[in-house]
Nanobody, 130 residues
Framework: QVQLVETGGGLVQDGGSLRLSCAAS????????MGWFRQAPGKEREFVAA????????GYADSVKGRFTISRDNARNTVYLQMNSLKPEDTAIYYC???????????????????????WGQGTQVTVSS
């Protein structure tokens, strides 16, 4: 049974920082692509950031470039999302997702069929107050 568990969400003021964690269990994710997505009330789920499990970041959404950083700790089977200079428009539920292959992950991103990704966490709420 594969599980992804996000933690680290909370309430922060405009300009503040948070670090989200996504702990993976059930198998070794050494070859998986990992990503962060978010969904604000009344809006569709959107891509935030992604990375190869054993390599460099794959990319960031334009809205978070320069403010968010995705990273991983292989020993802990954990992916992080460091969020700095947070804005009220960053308020959303943040989800972690994993996919076994780069082709599958990139297809989902290109076509915005995020539900095709293999594994999802339950989400963690991030609220940025103005």
């Amino acid at each position: 049974q594969v599980q992804l568990v996000e933690t680290g969400g909370g309430l922060v003021q405009d300009g503040g920082s948070l670090r989200l964690s996504c702990a993976a269990s059930g198998r070794t994710f050494s070859s998986y692509c990992m990503g962060w997505f978010r969904q604000a009330p009344g809006k569709e789920r959107e891509f935030v950031a992604a990375m190869y499990w054993s390599g460099n970041p794959m990319g960031y959404a334009d809205s978070v470039k320069g403010r968010f950083t995705i990273s991983r700790d292989n020993a802990r089977n954990t992916v992080y999302l460091q969020m700095n200079s947070l804005k009220p428009e960053d308020t959303a539920i943040y989800y972690c997702a994993a996919e076994e292959t780069y082709s599958g992950f990139s297809y989902a991103l290109r076509n915005r069929v995020y539900d095709d990704l293999g594994y999802w966490g339950q989400g963690t709420q991030v609220t940025v107050s103005s």
